[in-house]
């Protein structure tokens, strides 16, 4: 070992410290890092991209008006909107669901397609179950009212 | 991306992307979206399903029941002038 530097020991810990800190923070880890290979593998051990949640997405396109269908993600996730997008029309005919988001609400048309209003619980909800979100329609039977899945429609989805 | 047909009975109930039901091709995919957009339009009595040979094979669709109306829209009708 070279002995070939004078330096104010308190300084050293306390600018080491600074470093651990700074470490600890962003890699979410309240650990003890001695110095140097405890801050090597630290950092090491941050996740590139600065972490957090990843989202998922994917698309649904019924090809017959739809009761009820579930979507299942690769994880488990905590948020889900999925809305209506290409192929859906005024115009339709019919009640559907063009708008759910997973803990709050969905919107739907009446069944002349021509109104927009929030689905009650007896008209349609969104549920999750594991990593499956699940719309579906209320009601007993597929009626001109109930708020459904609308063929034809690509319904665009995202979990995160 | 992953792109996969839900099957039924023979017929083709929908298409998506994501995980699940039968995977397919990107090109198979769209070529199910083309039979799609191209479905006939449904009437009162008749609707279409879709062959797994993408052609629309038509059926006599049950009469719709009484709408479910909750007791906003039953509310809305009784005393709002006449709901939708």
Not at chain 1, 19 to 44: D, E, M, Y
Request: hydrophobic share 35%; net charge negative.
């Amino acid at each position: 070992m070279a002995v070939d530097k004078l330096v104010d020991s308190s300084q050293l810990d306390s600018d080491l410290t600074s470093v651990a800190n700074a470490i600890r923070t962003k890699g979410g880890t309240s650990a003890s890092l001695a110095f140097p290979a405890g801050f090597v593998s630290a950092i090491a051990a941050i996740p590139t991209g600065g972490g957090g949640s990843s989202v998922e997405s994917g698309t649904y396109t019924p090809t017959v008006r739809t009761k009820s269908h579930s979507i299942t993600t690769q994880e488990s996730k905590s948020n889900f909107v999925v809305f209506a997008g290409d192929g859906f029309s005024y115009s339709l005919g019919s009640a559907a669901m063009i708008l759910g988001i997973y803990g709050h609400y969905c919107v739907g048309t009446n069944n002349s397609g021509s109104t927009v209003g929030t689905i009650s619980n007896s008209q349609g909800s969104l549920t999750k179950s594991g990593n499956t979100f699940t719309y579906a329609a209320g009601g007993s039977t597929l009626s001109s009212t109930s708020r459904c899945w609308q063929a034809g429609v690509t319904y665009q989805w995202f979990a995160w | 991306m992953r792109y996969y047909k839900q099957i039924s009975n023979g017929y083709i109930l929908a298409i998506g992307t994501g995980l699940g039901f039968n995977e397919i091709t990107e090109a198979e995919y769209e070529d199910i979206k083309i039979a799609i957009a191209s479905k006939p339009p449904r009437t009162e009595t008749t609707d279409y399903r879709l062959r797994e040979d993408l052609t629309w094979e038509s059926y006599e669709v049950e009469p719709e029941p009484e709408p479910d109306l909750d007791d906003a829209e039953a509310w809305e009708i009784i005393f709002g002038g006449g709901g939708e």
